[in-house]
């Protein structure tokens, strides 16, 4: 028998909350290579997960030789990263290494650092300053042989983008041998590790799988070339070609610019969703204290995961509300200022040992 309720009086609907759009990742790194040797089997973009399947596209002919050596370089880091990528640049047909980049975003921009297979002077200067000027926020390291980084000056093929003025995306690479793959090597190391758990520093590590210097330097070269913001690999704490000092072109430690980047890019994502949320259930987020609040709570949430990854120094971070305007809510505009000292990575280390015959103290 069929019993007759009153359950229709309560109507339930149920909204859920718009999916979560992923974040954007830091952790994977995209190699410039000549399409010419490097068809990438018809695709703009060749992503591999191993060296293993890195090898099987080069007995396809995919890659070349020297873009599998790349690959061994970036698979060979510790942690190992979880892809690695090749993005081909039309040479031929009247591309250069930056429209190529350019090309390469518009296949796919899931990628944040990026080196190039050629070492000339020229192209490293035209990627940089595309790195630079790209809404796209990434990191570009390049590699050079060139013996003038050992002097008092850089290159002078590169001045452009070293130096106090210069390129805060770029990271120069010293190595002897072009056909080495340090570049690839430094940036797949440190970028393996996730900004949103860490914040890794960019000086004192293993870049594994690379080859020592043909000549290494002397004490004095090894000033000079720190002086003008080149990387170098050399023996220390009992490993062979560690990383030192970690510096962009110009002189900023590396995990600054990683720090800034994270922390802004993951701003305007959960502002974002907040945005979205809100819409997708019919609220505002009201210009007043109480949309204040709501993003407030968003910055403090992202300075605390900052804190506890090691980019910010803990009780050293704010956020404010700034006093709400006409123009604001003409605007329909919030302001925040936000304030947060970087955690710092020790580098240099100084102990003044002073022994001697005498007692320190007296004994009672």
């Not at 070339?225 to 704490?237: H, K, R, V």
Request: proline share 4%; net charge negative; hydrophobic share 40%.
């Amino acid at each position: 028998m069929t019993t007759t309720t009153h359950s229709e009086n309560v109507t339930v609907n149920v909204y859920l909350d718009p999916s979560p759009a992923p974040e954007a990742g830091f952790g994977v790194v995209m190699l410039l290579v000549p399409k010419a040797t490097n068809s990438l089997n018809g695709a703009r973009v060749l992503e591999v997960a191993s060296y293993e399947e890195a090898e099987t596209a080069q007995t396809a002919g995919y890659i070349s030789a020297s873009s599998l050596l790349a690959a061994e370089a970036a698979f060979a880091q510790r942690p190992k990263p979880e892809s690695f990528k090749f993005g081909n640049v039309d040479l031929v047909g009247g591309e250069t290494y930056a429209t190529g980049l350019t090309a390469v975003i518009a296949a796919d921009e899931d990628f944040y650092g990026v080196c190039l297979a050629v070492r000339t002077d020229a192209e490293i200067v035209l990627v940089s300053d595309a790195v630079e000027a790209a809404s796209k926020k990434m990191l570009c390291a390049f590699q050079s042989d060139d013996a003038s980084w050992l002097d008092a000056g850089v290159p002078a093929g590169v001045s452009t983008i070293m130096g106090t003025s210069g390129n805060e995306r770029t990271v120069a690479c010293y190595h002897t041998t072009d056909t080495e793959w340090m570049d690839v090597a430094v940036m797949v190391n440190r970028l393996r590790f996730d900004p949103d758990e860490r914040s890794a520093p960019w000086h004192g590590f293993l870049a594994r799988g690379i080859d020592d210097y043909s000549s290494a330097p002397t004490a004095t070269q090894r000033t000079l070339a720190i002086a003008n913001n080149a990387n170098l690999g050399l023996p220390y704490g009992g490993q062979d070609f560690v990383l030192d000092p970690g510096v962009n072109a110009t002189g900023r430690s590396i995990d600054e610019i990683v720090t800034s980047d994270w922390f802004s890019t993951r701003l305007q994502e959960r502002v974002a969703a907040l945005v979205v949320a809100h819409g997708e259930r019919g609220e505002k987020i009201v210009v007043d204290k109480s949309g204040q609040k709501k993003l407030l709570a968003v910055i403090e949430g992202l300075l605390e995961q900052g804190v506890a990854a090691g980019h910010f120094v803990s009780g050293q971070t704010e956020a404010v509300a700034e006093s709400i305007t006409s123009t604001d809510l003409t605007n329909r505009r919030l302001r925040f200022t936000v304030r947060a000292q970087l955690a710092v990575s020790g580098r240099l280390f100084t102990f003044n040992c002073y022994f001697s015959r005498n007692p320190i103290a007296d004994d009672e």
